[in-house]
């Protein structure tokens, strides 16, 4: 059962503008959400979280936004990097129960 | 310290034979994870340790899966006579207990299976 969706499977932007990736969930019960980050043949990396008591969590050029009543979040990266280009997996958490959405490549173009 | 560290980071095997996987956590982690990534997937939960007590398994961790952390430090996952639907990347991750969901897993680089 896929309870952490990542409804596109990739995304390209300029470098400079902003990348938006989404994510939609079903369990209500979820009460972190965070963003993982995975460059080929490594981990993926921790890279932001939010909790569901809240809709709005920034750090530098990473903001992820959490809309409890659509059971939905995203990630705005601004400016988006060259650097940047990697999978993003979303991931909701509730009682160490983590679940992953199945990714979305970004790709950054200078 | 380097990390998570997954050994080995590649393993090709025979439909049959068992194979073992190692995890060496971050050593002031207590809690271990093991997670399963396919091809265009995102990683699956298997089963988590805290220390040396196995807390959680999914019900993906048949019964030619077993994993352990004897020690409360180093995790190994042994799978027994391997299928060709074992392929996959296995994950390992830890995290501090109360802090692994905020501030997130820390992943090794992973083991990557292929069962022919």
Redesign the interface.
């Known amino acids: 059962d896929q309870q952490?969706k990542?409804n596109s499977?990739s995304l390209s932007v300029q470098e400079g503008r902003i990348s938006i990736l989404n994510c939609d969930y079903t369990n209500s019960m979820f009460?972190?959400f965070?963003w993982?980050k995975k460059y080929p043949?490594?981990?993926?990396?921790?890279?932001i979280?939010i909790?569901s008591i809240k809709d709005k969590n920034e750090d530098g050029r990473f903001t992820v936004f959490l809309n409890k009543s659509a059971k939905h979040l995203s990630l705005h990266i601004v400016p988006s990097q060259p650097g940047d280009s990697a999978v993003y997996?979303c991931?909701a958490?509730a009682n160490?129960?983590?679940?992953?959405?199945?990714?979305t490549r970004l790709t950054v173009k200078p | 310290d380097t990390g998570?560290s997954q050994d080995p980071r590649h393993k090709i095997t025979k439909r049959g034979q068992n194979v073992t996987f190692r995890c060496d956590p971050i050593s002031e982690h207590n809690?271990l994870?093991w997670?399963r990534q396919t091809l265009?997937?995102?990683?699956?939960?298997l089963t988590?340790f805290q220390n040396e007590a196995q807390?959680?398994k999914s019900r993906l961790l048949s019964d030619r899966f077993s994993a352990e952390r004897p020690k409360g430090s180093f995790s190994t996952l042994e799978i027994q006579r391997t299928e060709q639907g074992d392929s996959a990347m296995y994950?390992c991750?830890s995290s501090e207990s109360g802090t692994?969901?905020?501030?997130?897993?820390?992943?090794?680089?992973?083991t990557r299976l292929t069962v022919v």
């Not at chain 1, 043949?41 to 890279?47: C, D, K, Q, R, V």
């Not at chain 2, 265009?40 to 939960?45: D, L, M, N, Y």
């Open positions: 952490v990542q499977p009460d972190y965070l993982y043949a490594e981990g993926p990396t921790f890279l979280s909790s997996f991931a958490s160490n129960d983590m679940r992953f959405g199945a990714g | 998570v809690r994870y997670y265009g997937q995102g990683p699956e939960f988590y807390l959680e994950l991750a692994g969901v905020n501030y997130g897993y820390t992943f090794g680089s992973g």
